[in-house]
């Protein structure tokens, strides 16, 4: 599939505006097992994001996800700023500029792998990978069985969200917590679910993406 500018800087815009429209509940959900500041933080990165929309779009596919990757780095801070960075960086090495679904699932799965790496983290520790990891696996599930696959992102995103709160913390500042953490949705979760309806959001409108096919 060939994204063109248009379409990238959708994305850009889709991305930017389901973070800055939820910064405050990111925030509260953070103030709850964290330090309250993950909104500002995540408003902060696709802010600057959103001011670069129009370069951004004009790259291609790999470089505008490279360059995306840095300017998350360089701006949202905390535990998040480097693991997003390190997401859509990641993502932006791995994929092709015309990458079928086969190329996405596994680019995605390498940016996924990347952020455990980078966080020391792996699922079950009420983090974004409760979100990023389902994707994983739904995309590399669809690729043989395309139909569907925008609902099945979502739900899958949905439904690891939902899973972080019953969990215990053991990274990241709710890790501090401890049981307390307990009955609670992780904010990063959260953000990573926005982004993925997000994206599906504006891939779902795709002729290519028509009837669950990337290409
Ligand atoms: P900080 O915790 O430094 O204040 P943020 O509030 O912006 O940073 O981000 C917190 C989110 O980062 C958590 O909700 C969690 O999803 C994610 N996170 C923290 N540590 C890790 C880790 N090691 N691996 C994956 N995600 C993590
Ligand atoms: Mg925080």
Excluded at 72 to 93: D, E, Q, R
Excluded at 175 to 201: C, K, M, W, Y
Aim: proline letters at 5%; a neutral charge.
């Amino acid at each position: 599939m060939k994204l063109d500018t248009e379409t990238k800087d959708r994305l850009i815009a889709a991305m930017a505006q389901a973070i800055a429209s939820h910064a405050g509940e990111l925030t509260d959900l953070d103030r709850a097992i964290g330090d309250g500041d993950h909104g500002s933080n995540m408003k902060r990165g696709f802010d600057a994001v959103l001011a670069d929309r129009a370069n951004l779009a004009s790259k291609p596919l790999p470089d505008m996800l490279k360059a995306l990757g840095t300017h998350l780095v360089m701006t949202i801070g905390g535990a998040s700023g480097p693991l997003y960075g390190t997401l859509f960086m990641a993502l932006g090495k791995d994929i092709p500029a015309e990458p079928s679904l086969a190329d996405a699932a596994r680019a995605f799965a390498a940016a996924v792998n990347a952020v455990k790496a980078r966080g020391k983290a792996t699922t079950g520790e009420k983090t974004m990978l409760e979100v990023l990891q389902p994707v994983v696996d739904v995309l590399q599930a669809s690729v043989s069985n395309p139909a569907g696959l925008g609902d099945r992102v979502k739900a899958a995103a949905d439904a690891g969200l939902e899973s972080t709160k019953p969990m215990k913390a053991s990274k990241g500042r709710a890790s501090f917590l401890g049981e307390r953490s307990i009955g609670h949705l992780d904010p990063g979760a959260r953000s990573s679910q926005l982004l993925a309806h997000a994206v599906i959001g504006v891939l779902a409108a795709q002729p290519a993406l028509e009837g669950g096919r990337l290409s």
